[in-house]
């Protein structure tokens, strides 16, 4: 990203929300001073499937949510940090003016060189493989996986069909795509904190599910009732709502596809692309 894109009303507006982001998780940590107790919670515990099901992404995204709010960012920062340090990428599978790092000629993928099984099944077995994510995130209040799992699966779903079809890959995960759609995931998790922290004190309260009842019911059934839960138990029928852990979920899938999937994508195709190439590779 060219630095000059950030003058005027475009860094105007992101100067504003780290100002707000800065101040939230400062407060945050503040209130926190005293109040954490090693161990697990045992009044979480009890508390939890007032929630949803799925009790670990109610522990990873409600109990903890902060704490994984931070790993997240880490993941993004760090991805793109390694993306930057493979540079031109290991496996050359472009062509580059300048001469090869290595001494060895570049590894060229040739579809025809595959076999009939995985020429005509690779991109199926791909596509399988995206679907099988979305699906993962979009039930992850109820069963097991969530939003880093799905960001995982499409991402090996990317690898797959670069591997099988190299620089034709069919799945066109560029790097602008990437960066964006990282950045949005991180921004997006970021930002679901800001109604807890309004309402609350707290960011990363989970206004949705409102198990300490913090917040109005207005906001509570915004976030809550799109994703309401019947629960039939044999004590009898009990309604939950995971809140903002669903949305969290895909903003974390997000964020797994566009930081994983720039390590991939600097490794394989390479970062520096020559200026014929730039537009190109961003798209």
Aim: hydrophobic fraction near 45%; charged fraction near 15%; glycine fraction near 12%.
């Amino acid at each position: 990203m060219d630095p000059s894109e950030l003058r005027g009303k475009r860094g105007i507006i992101a100067v504003i929300a780290l100002l707000i982001i800065c101040v939230g998780l400062m407060s945050s940590l503040e209130k926190l001073a005293g109040n954490v107790s090693p161990g697990i919670s045992r009044i979480y515990n009890i508390l939890a499937y007032l929630v949803a099901p799925n009790n670990i992404a109610t522990w990873v995204y409600d109990w903890r949510g902060f704490d994984t709010l931070i790993e997240t960012a880490v993941i993004y920062v760090g991805a793109v940090a390694s993306a930057l340090v493979i540079g031109r990428g290991v496996v050359q599978m472009k062509h580059y003016s300048e001469e090869a790092p290595a001494t060895s000629p570049p590894l060229e993928y040739r579809t025809e060189s595959l076999t009939v099984i995985l020429k005509y099944l690779g991109l199926p077995a791909a596509i399988l493989l995206l679907s099988y994510g979305i699906m993962v995130v979009t039930a992850s209040s109820t069963s097991g996986g969530g939003g880093f799992q799905c960001g995982v699966i499409m991402t090996s779903a990317y690898l797959l069909a670069a591997i099988f079809y190299g620089k034709d890959n069919p799945i066109k995960f560029g790097k602008r795509f990437l960066i964006g759609i990282g950045a949005v995931g991180l921004g997006g998790y970021t930002l679901l904190g800001l109604p807890g922290f309004l309402t609350s004190g707290y960011w990363q309260y989970n206004v949705g599910a409102d198990i300490w009842s913090l917040v109005s019911p207005t906001l509570h059934s915004i976030f809550g009732d799109p994703f309401r839960l019947s629960l039939y138990l044999q004590e009898g029928v009990f309604y939950s709502t995971p809140g903002i852990i669903p949305l969290i979920n895909i903003a974390e899938a997000f964020n797994v596809v566009g930081a994983i999937g720039l390590i991939y994508f600097a490794f394989l195709y390479g970062w520096s692309e020559p200026p014929e190439d730039q537009e190109k590779g961003g798209k």
